[in-house]
Nanobody, 119 residues
């Protein structure tokens, strides 16, 4: 079974920083892309950032220039470095990995980690 476990969430003030981690197990981690998503109260889950097996990155416009996604294949871990945090970044953050060769409804998801940013 593939398992994704997020950590690193917490409380931060506006302008501060947090680093989230997602540890994966149960697969050859380096062969798969990974994504970070977030869900704020009353809103749908939205894409934050993705990183391919080759290390190519994509970001939502709302976090571009502030967040950085990275991966350490030796540790089977993907990170999300969040700088210049804003109150609107408050959400539960989830990591995601496709089950097969394409993203789809049967993908693997972590349990999420709460990020709260105070103004």
């Amino acid at each position: 079974q593939v398992q994704l476990v997020e950590s690193g969430g917490g409380l931060a003030q506006a302008g501060g920083s947090l680093r989230l981690s997602c540890a994966a197990s149960g697969r050859t981690f380096s062969m798969y892309p990974m994504g970070w998503y977030r869900q704020a109260p009353g809103k749908r889950r939205e894409l934050v950032a993705t990183i391919t097996s080759a290390g190519l990155r994509n970001y939502a416009d709302s976090v571009k220039g502030r967040f950085t996604i990275s991966r350490d294949n030796a540790k089977n871990t993907v990170y999300l470095q969040m700088n210049s945090l804003k109150p609107e970044d408050t959400a539960v953050y989830y990591c995601r990995s496709p089950r097969g060769t394409a993203w789809g409804p049967n993908d693997y998801w972590g349990q999420g980690t709460q990020v709260t940013v105070s103004s």
